[in-house]
C-alpha cells in the first residue's frame, strides 16, 4: 500500500500524507482456497501453511444455491461472498447517469431524460462551509475551536451520507430491475467550475452514489472522456460553454447534460452516435415540453425537457 501510494506522490497525484491501516483486512482470490468437505482451506505459503475454517455446521451452506466467490477476513469475521448466475437476464433496460454538482441527469430510450434535483446535497455542503469559514477567521489554532471544526466535518458527511443513502435506494426503485451507467472519477478536469474544497466534496459524493447504487442495484462503470464534449447525434467534438449545448457541424442544440447522458447511455450500449439512431432514440420518449404539454412529434429535440424527480418529495427526508 505504501509502495502504491509512494508512486502515485512521486508522480504529484497524491498529497503528502502518507496512508493509514485504519481496518485490517485481506481479500482472498478464488484461487488462494479450496473448499472440501465443508473446510475452508486458505494458504499462506503453497503447500507449507495452511489457514483452515470449518464451515461444515454452518446454516447458511444448504440454503444457498450461488458459487462461491472472493473471501474478505478481518480481525473478528470471514466474509463468504456469492455469485449468483442468471441475474443479468432480468434487466428492465439500461440507463446512463450524468453526474453534476446540482443535478444527475439520466437518460433511457424508455424512460427518457430523467432530472434528478441534488440542490440539497449541495446546499449541506454549503452550509457547512460557511460555518467553517466563520470560524477559521476567527482563530486557527486554537485546539478548542479545531474540535469545533472536526465536529462540523463529522455532521456535514453523516448528513451527506444521509441524503445519497435515501436518493439511491430512490433511484433503485424507480428504476426496477435497471441497469446503471456511472461515468468513472476522472481524476482531474472533473466538475469544471467549482474550485478547491467543492470540488473534492463533490468528487466524494459522485464516488459514494456509485458505490451505493452498486449495493442496491446493477451497476456499469463508464469512461468519461469527451461524454460532455461528444455530440450525441452526430460525433463531432465540440467545446460547449454553458447549460446549452451547441454542434458545429449538425446544428443540434440540446441541453449539455443530457447530451452527456445520450452519450454515456450509447457507450453503455457499445452504439456509435448516428443521426438515425439518434432519431430512434427520440422517438420513442413521449416527453413533455417546457410548458408541459405533451412534445410535439415533429418539434426539435430542445422542445423536450426532462421528467424531474426530486428526491425531497419522493422520500421523507
Ligand atoms: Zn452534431
Not at 501510494?5 to 481496518?23: L, N
Not at 477476513?73 to 434487466?91: A, M, P, Q, S, V
Request: positive net charge; charged residues 30%; proline residues 3%.
Amino acid at each position: 500500500m505504501v509502495k502504491s501510494w509512494r508512486r502515485s506522490y512521486v508522480k504529484g497525484e497524491r498529497t503528502r500524507v502518507k496512508p493509514i491501516v485504519r481496518k485490517r483486512f485481506v481479500r482472498i482470490k478464488e484461487t488462494l482456497y479450496s473448499f472440501k468437505d465443508g473446510k475452508i482451506r486458505v494458504s499462506i505459503k503453497p503447500y507449507e501453511e495452511y489457514l483452515e475454517f470449518d464451515v461444515s455446521k454452518a446454516w447458511f451452506l444448504s440454503r444457498v444455491k450461488g458459487e462461491m466467490g472472493e473471501l474478505i477476513l478481518n480481525e473478528k469475521y470471514l466474509t463468504i461472498t456469492f455469485r449468483f448466475k442468471g441475474r443479468k437476464d432480468e434487466t428492465a433496460g439500461r440507463i446512463a447517469w450524468d453526474c453534476n454538482e446540482k443535478s444527475l441527469d439520466g437518460f433511457s430510450p424508455g424512460t427518457g431524460w430523467t432530472r434528478i434535483d441534488l440542490t440539497r446535497l449541495f446546499h449541506i455542503h454549503r452550509v457547512y462551509e460557511i460555518k467553517r469559514r466563520r470560524i477559521q477567521r476567527k482563530a486557527s489554532k486554537k485546539s478548542s475551536l479545531r474540535r469545533v471544526l472536526a465536529k462540523y466535518s463529522k455532521r456535514e458527511k453523516d448528513r451527506a451520507d444521509d441524503f445519497i443513502h435515501k436518493l439511491t435506494t430512490s433511484i433503485a426503485r424507480r428504476f426496477k430491475g435497471y441497469i446503471h451507467g456511472f461515468e468513472g472519477l476522472r481524476k482531474n478536469g472533473m466538475l469544471k467550475g467549482s474550485r478547491g474544497h467543492n470540488r473534492n466534496v463533490s468528487k466524494s459524493d459522485w464516488g459514494a452514489i456509485i458505490t451505493l447504487m452498486g449495493y442496491k442495484a446493477g451497476t456499469v462503470i463508464l469512461n468519461p472522456k469527451n461524454s460532455t464534449k461528444r455530440c450525441s447525434r452526430c460525433g463531432m467534438i465540440n467545446a460547449p460553454k454553458g447549460a446549452l449545448y451547441t454542434c458545429g457541424k449538425c446544428g443540434l442544440r440540446i441541453d449539455r447534460q443530457l447530451n452527456a447522458a445520450i452519450n454515456l447511455y450509447l457507450q453503455m450500449e457499445g452504439l456509435p452516435s448516428s443521426l438515425k439512431l439518434f432519431n430512434e432514440l427520440m422517438r420513442g420518449w413521449r416527453g413533455f415540453t417546457q410548458t408541459g404539454e405533451e412534445a410535439d412529434e415533429g418539434f426539435d429535440e430542445l422542445e423536450r425537457s426532462p421528467r424531474l424527480m426530486n428526491p425531497q418529495s419522493y422520500i421523507c427526508l
